[in-house]
């Protein structure tokens, strides 16, 4: 059994501290810069997160954006006019320009086209070219436009980040690129159960996790300490479950129509949502709200905690297959995604031939309601079909398990905690986050390869991966952002970019020119002392 997710008791008032006097120092520098008179424009080097395929720069060379720009999208598709669109909002309220977005292609100003791509884009590709005329961004779907869209934006200066208007000029590095992704599962997973995260904040997490091609949001909505997503036909999964949080604070909850809107966000920004409804164990929220959960009756109290393991629902009950074919089937119909994670994490005291039984019977409602299960590595003990997608949370590089059930077809999603988990600490003084599975600064999070990670698995079994952010300390955006960054990123440019362009030495000086982009953001960063921050 994997080493449970254990942490160490601290200072609520100790956890703030830190991140809120560092979100301050943001605010501090970035209010002061807007103050200072504006230095003469330099070209801005090549810095792109995740590294490009290929990229040729053009020496001398700049677009200038002007009052007079354009956005052109390509003629008849509305997907290409929602990616204007956005860009449009990206860049006007630091420029202050109107950018309107037409359609139509144009040598001048700025093109999003669905046409003429390189065919080695694929479905998330893109091809992007900036000359002194303009700047074009040919993909083979509004994915891939988006994709090159959070390229163009890191070759403008970092201040058309900013929400408020700055001074120009505002020159684009002339470039070629060719681009498209190693792997097509590129996730970040938020837990809003341990402490519950607002619309707004989520939504803020999207956009922040969107600039570096993230592909996928996994949020993990049911744990022991609450159950954060409306179920209609048990209102009191989220009336009791969602009352509360780690702490004991007041929790919260998405209705349906706030996830719809969560959803929706997420896939205006080209991220597919996986809920997951963690099964058969961390269900104390769940078994707390329906007495007839539990196998002795009793409902146990609200927990608020941060202990795992402890809790399971009852695997002989016929209630418990009604009770999950019901949250299954609303869930589904809520996700227009084709995965659904339904947990299997650290079921400690569920025996193995339970736990067996419990999916057997679980496997197939996924199934039943159109969907693809996810499950944390464990699951793989109950041997879903090939169709199934474990995610490797291990702190071993050996793994029989996934190497056997990559046998039988299933592709692994790679989460390993020594490296992936953004909610371990950077180092012994790192006030929030955790550490049973080790210290994990950037450089850690960065060097290692997905593709070569688990002894004897193949990278042809290796669908992706994906960074968890667990919240047993995390309370706000700002100590999300805390977590996250810088080490997102890096994760992100595991998930994306060929292992030919991996090299630290380099990673590092490009990480260190997103710095200034997050202080422009407002992002409540981690300045961690391996980066050579501009």
């Known amino acids: 059994m994997s080493v449970p997710r254990r942490v160490e008791p601290t200072s609520r008032a100790g956890r703030l501290l830190g991140p809120a006097l560092a979100a301050l120092l943001v605010l501090g520098a970035a209010s002061t810069a807007v103050a200072e008179p504006a230095a003469p424009e330099k070209p801005v080097p090549l810095s792109i997160v995740p590294a490009?395929?290929?990229?040729?720069?053009?020496?001398?060379v700049t677009y200038s954006l002007t009052g007079g720009t354009r956005i052109h999208t390509q003629p008849g598709s509305r997907e290409a006019k929602q990616v204007g669109e956005y860009l449009a909002g990206v860049l006007r309220p630091s420029t202050g320009f109107r950018l309107p977005v037409v359609p139509g292609a144009s040598g001048r100003g700025i093109s999003l086209l669905l046409t003429g791509a390189d065919h080695r884009v694929g479905k998330e590709g893109y091809q992007l070219d900036v000359t002194r005329r303009g700047v074009v961004i040919r993909a083979r779907t509004a994915a891939g436009l988006f994709a090159g869209v959070q390229t163009l934006r890191q070759l403008l200066p970092a201040k058309v980040e900013s929400k408020t208007r700055q001074r120009g000029p505002w020159n684009a590095t002339g470039v070629s690129v060719l681009d498209y992704p190693r792997y097509e599962h590129r996730g970040a997973m938020l837990d809003v159960a341990r402490h519950f995260f607002s619309v707004d904040e989520v939504k803020r997490y999207i956009d922040q996790i969107a600039q570096y091609k993230v592909n996928r949001l996994?949020?993990?909505?049911?744990?022991?300490?609450?159950?954060?997503?409306?179920?209609?036909?048990?209102?009191?999964?989220?009336?009791?479950?969602?009352s509360t949080e780690v702490g004991g604070g007041p929790g919260g909850f998405y209705t349906q129509d706030q996830y719809r809107d969560l959803v929706a966000y997420a896939a205006s920004r080209h991220i597919e949502v996986i809920p997951e409804i963690d099964l058969p164990g961390h269900t104390n929220a769940a078994l707390s709200s329906y007495a007839e959960l539990n196998c002795d009756g009793v409902a146990p109290p609200l927990y608020t905690g941060i202990e795992v393991g402890f809790s399971s629902l009852c695997i002989d009950k016929d209630i418990t297959y009604k009770f999950v074919d019901d949250v299954l089937r609303e869930v589904a119909a809520l996700t227009p995604g084709k995965h659904l994670h339904i947990g299997g994490d650290e079921a400690l005291v569920t025996t193995d031939p339970d736990f067996i039984k419990f999916m057997d019977k679980v496997l197939p409602l996924v199934?039943?309601?159109?969907?693809?299960?996810?499950?944390?590595?464990?699951?793989?003990?109950?041997?879903?079909?090939?169709?199934?997608?474990?995610?490797f949370w291990g702190t071993k590089t050996v793994a029989a398990d996934m190497v056997a059930a990559a046998a039988r077809g299933n592709r692994i999603v790679l989460s390993p905690a020594t490296k992936a988990y953004l909610d371990m600490k950077y180092d012994e003084n790192t006030k929030l986050g955790l550490k049973w599975a080790g210290y994990t600064d950037v450089e850690d999070a960065y060097d290692w390869?997905?593709?070569?990670?688990?002894?004897?698995?193949?990278?042809?079994?290796?669908?992706?991966?994906?960074?968890?952010?667990?919240?047993?300390?995390?309370?706000?955006?700002?100590?999300?952002?805390?977590?996250?960054?810088?080490?997102?990123?890096?994760?992100?440019?595991?998930?994306?970019?060929?292992?030919?362009?991996?090299?630290?030495?380099?990673?590092?000086?490009?990480?260190?020119?997103?710095?200034?982009?997050?202080?422009a953001q407002g992002v409540n960063f981690y300045p961690s002392p391996q980066v050579p921050w501009k």
Do not use: C
């Open 218 to 242: 996994h949020l993990h909505l049911t744990d022991d300490q609450g159950w954060r997503l409306e179920i209609k036909s048990w209102p009191n999964l989220t009336k009791h479950g969602g």
């Open 367 to 391: 199934r039943k309601h159109g969907k693809v299960a996810s499950g944390w590595h464990e699951f793989v003990k109950a041997t879903p079909d090939a169709s199934a997608v474990p995610q």
């Open 449 to 519: 390869n997905p593709g070569a990670y688990v002894q004897d698995l193949p990278e042809s079994a290796v669908r992706g991966v994906e960074a968890p952010l667990w919240s047993e300390t995390l309370t706000n955006s700002a100590e999300v952002e805390y977590m996250a960054f810088p080490r997102l990123p890096a994760i992100a440019e595991l998930g994306w970019s060929p292992w030919s362009t991996h090299d630290w030495a380099k990673f590092k000086e490009r990480l260190a020119a997103q710095g200034p982009r997050w202080k």
């Open 52 to 60: 490009p395929v290929k990229a040729a720069p053009k020496p001398g």
